[in-house]
């Protein structure tokens, strides 16, 4: 059995941008939501993606999970090449891979039971016949932390972290090998996040789960992580383990993002880094390095040249000439 689950190869994925003409619509331009990605995550490991509010982080997941077609490149997921699959193909791939969304509200259907929200995976992918799917709800959501007698409540009924948990335990239903937790304690207190962070730590280790983690929190990163990505503008600039990373980071970008973190000891006062002006449009990327326009360290050649992602120190990755 291969160490990586996942390999994807110069992914892209591109939202087209129309004009309409009459009765016709005219393709003007693209949105690079996701520009040349290329990464692998290994089986058991917490790959935590973080970056700015529209650096493609969730598009990057929605794509590796099939929700929304790639523009072009491979996603190799245990071997097979999930954009080359047919049908039947990917819909065994749905089942191996699942997401829990940031908003506990808004993701869960009012009108459904609890044992509804959890069963219905079971359902679509007959995994389970008759009474065994009530038992697996009622087994999964014991181990998300709610009681057996709140399987016929609705969502309303819940708290915040209450319908998080059954969120997570509808991602777990049809027994999935890789979870996408986009912001999923981003909605809810700090005491809370500290509970969920914990409960799906200890899921993974049950049921042998590999997690792509997406937060603009780096503290939160930085305990569930055991690597990490940066992404700016639809590419990853950076890649590590989080030890380097926080350690050393290579990339200018990395290291505005770890320097915003709030600290609560002054002994060391840690030298803010303001990144001047705004993100640019992923519509009509600059030339050269993407980040170059905001960068302190820019140089000529920064806007001349795009960088390669290259390596350091065998696993440290930077997409920066210097």
Do not use: W
């Amino acid at each position: 059995m291969s160490e990586a689950l996942f390999e994807v190869r110069n992914l892209k994925k591109y939202f087209p941008q129309s004009t309409r003409q009459g009765f016709l619509k005219k393709t003007v331009n693209y949105v690079r939501a996701v520009d040349d990605v290329s990464l692998t995550i290994k089986r058991g490991m917490v790959l935590g993606v973080v970056g700015e509010s529209g650096c493609g982080k969730s598009t990057l997941a929605r794509v590796l999970l099939d929700l929304v077609p790639a523009t072009s490149g491979e996603i190799i997921f245990d071997g097979e090449d999930i954009l080359k699959a047919d049908s039947k193909g990917k819909r065994k791939y749905r089942r191996r891979v699942n997401m829990v969304f940031q908003d506990p509200f808004n993701s869960l259907d009012p009108q459904m039971t609890v044992a509804q929200i959890v069963t219905e995976p079971i359902k679509a992918h007959k995994t389970l016949k008759g009474k065994d799917q009530i038992y697996r709800a009622v087994d999964l959501i014991e181990q998300c932390g709610l009681f057996a007698n709140q399987i016929y409540r609705y969502p309303h009924q819940f708290s915040g972290g209450q319908r998080q948990r059954i969120c997570i335990a509808r991602a777990l239903a049809a027994e999935p090998e890789f979870i996408v937790c986009d912001e999923a304690v981003s909605a809810l207190d700090v005491s809370i996040q500290a509970q969920v962070i914990n409960l799906l730590l200890d899921l993974k280790d049950a049921h042998n789960l590999t997690y792509m983690f997406i937060t603009h929190d780096l503290n939160v990163v930085r305990f569930i992580s055991d690597e990490i990505i940066v992404m700016y503008l639809g590419q990853i600039v950076e890649k590590a383990p989080k030890e380097k990373l926080f350690a050393n980071p290579r990339h200018p970008y990395t290291e505005a993002l770890l320097r915003s973190v709030p600290v609560l000891s002054t002994d060391e006062p840690v030298e803010r880094i303001v990144l001047e002006g705004d993100i640019p449009s992923p519509t009509n990327p600059p030339s050269g390095c993407r980040f170059h326009t905001r960068c302190p360290n820019a140089r000529p050649e920064c806007s001349q040249v795009e960088p390669e992602l290259r390596v350091f120190d065998g696993d440290h990755y930077s997409r920066c000439h210097f």
